[in-house]
């Protein structure tokens, strides 16, 4: 099986036959301490006596109090280099680094205060990146990058919201992307997005087409291999609770809310808890009560964990098992509970539901390893026809 990279929460990994290497963003480290170190120098104006008198006492940031992930890996063209993009508080941006040398400098690609870079495909053989540019809370493109001279092109355009660009191994001026239309009232004010669908772009024709669409549900993050055309399938509308049944169990529910207050009180004041002995069943467990914005969709963490884990035997993530890797002719599902894939050259699908990175092959599932918060996954792309987009 290839190596792999995934994002893990601010770390770019490497997978490498069983051997993880992790590796911390330096931009988002040295930006974290820069601007914690510029508040600690302006701290005397918010603190002491005067600050008080004037109400105007403020606490000094700590590292917990940044947003920021790593929200795209790739395999550059030459050997040992990875490429990443992130988003930390207001700032995006692409970056390379060398894989396994925490002293060497990151080489910049792009940084941006107005666009989000996240996801995407680089084709290691021109090292042309396929990536989403956001360019506002509803609206995006696919940008292509050339990394070696830092150029970019939008090939993409309108009141859409496209990402997941993959490039195709046959041709590179070939991409394939995920699109949803924003829907908008009388008064031009955002209504809601249309299903996402899958369209082929060809940039050497200029031509564009629909080659997966649905009314049950999105399709996202698409890739071809082998000829076939797969896609994480979401369903468009989840499934609700049976209200009779939600009826049924709201006097269970109060009572158990009477229960759980009543304890909480008693372990307060005596540090004991109502119910001694027996086993925990939270104990051990590490859920993660924040809500993680994937694919256009909010997941509560806790709930989808706790629901997981009535469903599924073990190893299982904060992704609805509803999500899942599929071959969009045949329907034929790959995986469920998938909240990111990619397909080696050997075709192993490597899939994350969060938690957890599995290898799936000729039908068997296999956990490769553990992760605190992993949403990105890449393997090497490679196409059989360079793009010549920055030759024009």
């Not at 680094?97 to 792009?110: P, Q």
């Not at 599902?333 to 938690?355: E, M, Q």
């Not at 000729?362 to 030759?391: E, M, P, Q, Y």
């Amino acid at each position: 099986m290839d190596k792999f990279l995934f994002a893990d929460g601010e770390e770019v990994c490497l997978y490498d036959d069983g051997k993880i290497t992790r590796q911390q963003s330096k931009f988002i480290s040295n930006y974290k301490t820069a601007a914690i170190n510029v508040e600690r120098a302006k701290s005397w104006k918010q603190s002491g006596e005067g600050a008080q008198f004037r109400g105007d006492v403020q606490r000094v940031s700590s590292e917990d109090d940044f947003k920021s992930a790593i929200n795209g890996v790739y395999f550059t063209g030459n050997d040992g280099e990875a490429a990443y993009s992130f988003t930390v508080n207001g700032t995006s941006g692409i970056y390379k680094m060398r894989l396994g040398d925490e002293k060497a400098e990151e080489v910049h690609v792009i940084n941006s205060l107005d666009y989000e870079f996240s996801g995407g495909c680089l084709d290691s053989g021109s090292d042309m990146l396929a990536t989403e540019l956001r360019r506002n809370f509803y609206n995006s493109d696919i940008a292509l990058f050339d990394l070696t001279s830092g150029d970019y092109k939008t090939v993409t355009d309108g009141d859409t919201l496209d990402s997941d660009a993959f490039i195709s191994p046959e041709n590179g001026n070939v991409i394939y992307f995920s699109s949803r239309g924003v829907g908008r009232d009388m008064n031009g004010s955002f209504a809601g997005y249309s299903n996402s669908t899958v369209c082929k772009l060809d940039i050497s024709r200029c031509d564009i087409e629909e080659v997966a669409v649905s009314d049950k549900y999105h399709y996202y993050k698409p890739e071809v291999f082998g000829g076939k055309l797969y896609a994480l399938r979401i369903p468009a509308k989840e499934k609700k609770p049976n209200p009779v049944i939600e009826i049924i169990l709201i006097p269970f529910r109060i009572i158990q809310a009477i229960a759980n207050f009543i304890n909480v009180f008693v372990t307060a004041f005596t540090g004991k808890s109502l119910a001694s002995g027996g086993s925990n069943p939270a104990k051990g467990r590490e859920y993660d009560s924040r809500k993680e914005y994937v694919k256009g969709n909010l997941i509560n963490v806790e709930k989808e964990m706790k629901k997981n884990a009535r469903k599924s035997k073990g190893d299982y993530g904060f992704v609805p098992l509803s999500w899942q890797v599929v071959e969009i002719a045949s329907g034929n599902v790959i995986k469920s509970g998938v909240a990111d894939y990619d397909i080696l050259s050997d075709g192993t699908f490597i899939v994350t539901n969060g938690k957890h990175i599995f290898a799936v092959s000729d039908g068997k599932s296999k956990k490769l390893c553990d992760t605190g918060n992993c949403l990105k996954v890449a393997g090497r792309h490679l196409s059989v026809k360079k793009s010549d987009l920055f030759d024009l």
